[in-house]
């Protein structure tokens, strides 16, 4: 079968929010409208467009599948098929937590709709996200929701995006009323108001702008006209000679640039009154790019270490890119997968180049709001998935066996926060370690080791909800109980210094010996780049087989940590001498000799132990105001911003992790219940001397 859809008729899309600004309403709204329009026409199917909406409405509808795939035609085309365009919805979670997650999304999906609360504007995690849109040059537009809420302003989130993360934000509506008088909005672009009707909004009503809003409008247009041919010479020019450029062109250049990463459309609504959700649809037809107006995915071939690049494009060999790993309850495991070049066949055998190891493709499937699809291909732009696919994990490049390429990595942040846990019952030991291990396997940012002292096991993630969420997965999914250990900061250890040591280790005592010894290099690198290995070594003083061992051996010391047992992270090693034996050499020695080195090298370039500081923002009475940031600052918090919303004051704070345990009812206790807090990782910073020791000590014990 041919492909359905035209590239250009494609969106990859994802929609971002702080938590509770609405995303779940937002895409419940996009799936029911888009699945309405699909149905138009299908009903000899048998389920009619209400039943099956009665059904859904029951059921609630599945957002919960990493890729949703659904059909939209542009509310101007009033119902005409050709218009039909295919959304690839890609889920991001909302909550911190799952960074991993929102990172490995915004890597897959070429633009994004993000969500706001009318009430609270641009929130911390807004900021997060935003910025990790940024880095990724995400194409955005934005969605104000909950105008109907009480407090309620455009106005103001509008602003807090202007001054919180981009200048480039135009606004394409305004609402008509506010709160519980919010109707609809006004299309600055075409002028018209705009209301939906029907039991579920699904009527989109056109009539003239209010006699009192008519100004406020033609000054608002006025903005947005100027900032979208201030882009372009050809529109300036006309624009001058006092005549306006047609609403197409306008749209062209404002397509160019929102894909450009140079303007931000802003549109508003309430998606729980359902009011406005169509619009911000069409907006994604209209200004988010399609996978033809990205630029060619790069990669390295293995075979040579050259960078390659791939197009979208049928003909070319297929690349793909696994980005999460789900467990289904009917087929087992599901393999996400973006398709950035080629077709692939079901039958036909890939390459896991990240792992190097071939795979079948047994079934693949396309999920939709309602339904899975089983496909034979799937092209250059799809997001599918495979089922049943073994030693895949999340970030690994699937490929066309005979044109190998490995796509850019994506790089996850160190987990921050660590827990005990064992099962309730002994006999539950063994499953909760291969549940464990298949958890890890789905999500980079959580990770499991075992205490060698102690026997237990330790697990650590990105907060406190994210481990919990872990165990209950566990319970439910893998049916093991257990108990829970306080939750720990996971801490780090670096080096400050330079150093270079040798490492020995020769044993001869009769038959055969054990001979390895090497000379290494340790120096510090950037916070957050991890660790790096590199092999200096000349004239075959170490023969090659036995460089890998030594390696291993300093991963191995690393993992252990030398000055607490906590991991050491963000540093160079240099192997660059050494010597062998004919006989007595061994990869045993090599690695022994590997790992003495290292804690030699790093006991001498100063060892300091690092701890996770926290982005946190609280947001309380003026009344509490000194308390708060006094009690900020006794938790060695520095206060980055004081700012005022309404009447209520905002604390913008930097806290080590270690001192906010239990943070929620302190502050519960200190504002009489008016306050509330958010907090986020944000980077890794060394540890006083004074505080640094009680750690030590305390782990000594
Ligand atoms: P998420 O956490 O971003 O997925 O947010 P949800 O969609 O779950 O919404 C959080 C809460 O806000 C829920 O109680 C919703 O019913 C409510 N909500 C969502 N959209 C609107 C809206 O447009 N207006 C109002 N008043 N409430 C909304």
Known sequence: MPRQYPLEKVRDIGIIAHIDAGKTTTSERVLFYT??????????????????????????????????????????????????????????????????????????????????????????????????????????????????????????????????????????????????????????LNMKAIRFEGEHGEKIIEGEIPADLLETAKTKRHELIEKIVEKDDALMAEYLEGREPSIDALKKVLRKETIANRLVPVFCGSALQNKGVQLVLDAVIDYLPSPLDMPPTKGVNPETGNEEERHPKDDEPFAGLAFKIAADPFVGSLTYFRIYSGVIKRGSYILNSTKNNQERIGRMVRMHANHREEVEELYAGDLGAIVGLKNTTTGDSLTNPEHPIILEKITFPEPVISVRIEPKTKADQEKMGIALHRLSEEDPTFRVAGDEETGETIISGMGELHLEIIVDRMKREFNVEANVGRPQVAYKET????????????????????????????????????????????????????????????????????????????????LFDGSYHEVDSSEFAFKIAGSMALQEACTKAKLVLLEPIMKVQVIVPPDFLGDVTGDLSSKRGKIKAMGERGTIRVIDANVPLAEMFGYSTALRSMTQGRGSFNMEFSHYEEVPQNVAQTIIEGRKK
């Not at 890729?67 to 542009?74: G, L």
């Not at 955005?140 to 480039?168: H, Q, V, W, Y």
């Not at 210094?497 to 001869?508: D, L, V």
């Open 35 to 188: 699945g309405v329009s699909h149905k138009i026409g299908e009903v000899h199917e048998g389920d009619t467009v209400m039943d099956w909406m009665e059904q859904e409405r029951e059921r609630g509808i599945t957002i919960t599948s990493a890729a949703t795939t659904c059909f939209w035609i542009p509310t101007s085309a009033k119902g005409d098929k050709a218009h039909e365009h295919r959304i690839n919805l890609i889920d991001t979670p909302g909550h911190i937590d799952f960074t991993v997650e929102v990172k490995r999304s915004l890597r897959v999906l070429d633009g994004a709709v993000v969500v706001f609360d009318g009430v609270a504007g641009v929130e911390p995690q807004s900021e997060t996200n935003w910025h990790y849109a940024d880095e990724y040059q995400v194409p955005r537009i934005c969605f104000i929701n909950k105008l109907d809420r009480m407090g309620a302003s455009f106005d103001f989130s509008f602003n807090s995006i202007l001054e919180r993360l981009t200048p480039n934000a135009v606004a394409m509506q305004i609402p008509i009323g506010s709160e519980s008088a919010f109707e609809g909005v006004i299309d600055l």
């Open 495 to 574: 080096i400050k210094g330079k150093a270079e040591a040798e490492g020995k280790y020769i044993r001869q005592s009769g038959g055969r010996g054990q001979y390895g010894h090497v000379w290494i290099n340790v120096e510090p690198l950037e916070r957050g780049t991890g660790f790096e290995f590199v092999d200096a070594i000349k004239g075959g003083v170490i023969p090659q087989e036995f460089i890998p061992a030594v390696e291993k051996g300093i991963r191995e010391a690393l993992d252990r940590g030398i000055l607490a047992g906590y991991p050491l992270i963000d540093l160079k090693v240099e």
